[in-house]
């Protein structure tokens, strides 16, 4: 069966790094865009960063310029490189692949449509 699995997660200064990254097996990774989502306590899961099979990327308005997504279709991992935390970047961090690379799927993405599978999600907790 698919999963999705991350890796990374942990407790970091403000200002610190992070690298996130997500392992999949059971599926043909390079034919999936994939994403980062988080969900921080008492809030709704947002979207984060995707990138689709082509390695075309995108990302919430708040990351941009700090986070960094990227893909090994041979190792069919994803990873988050996430620069100059924030205590506001505190969340359960999730892995997410959407089947295809278009256009739609990746704007599906932002709005968490289209999504076929999740990982379990990493702890990611930036002290102040």
């Known amino acids: 069966q698919v999963q999705l699995v991350e890796s990374g997660g942990g407790l970091v200064q403000a200002g610190g790094s992070l690298r996130l990254s997500c392992a999949a097996s059971?599926?043909?990774?390079?034919?999936?865009?994939m994403g980062w989502f988080r969900q921080a306590p008492g809030k709704e899961r947002e979207f984060v960063a995707n990138?689709?099979?082509?390695?075309?990327?995108s990302y919430t308005d708040s990351v941009k310029g700090r986070f960094t997504i990227s893909r090994d279709n041979a190792k069919n991992t994803v990873a988050l490189q996430m620069n100059s935390l924030k205590a506001e970047d505190t969340a359960v961090y999730y892995c997410?692949?959407?089947?295809?690379?278009?256009?739609?799927?990746?704007?599906?993405?932002?709005?968490?449509?289209?999504?076929?599978?999740w990982g379990q999600g990493t702890q990611v907790t930036v002290s102040s």
């Open positions: 997410a692949a959407a089947f295809g690379g278009t256009a739609q799927v990746m704007d599906g993405m932002r709005g968490m449509r289209r999504i076929n599978y």
């Open positions: 059971g599926l043909t990774f390079s034919r999936y865009a």
């Open positions: 990138i689709s099979p082509s390695g075309t990327t």
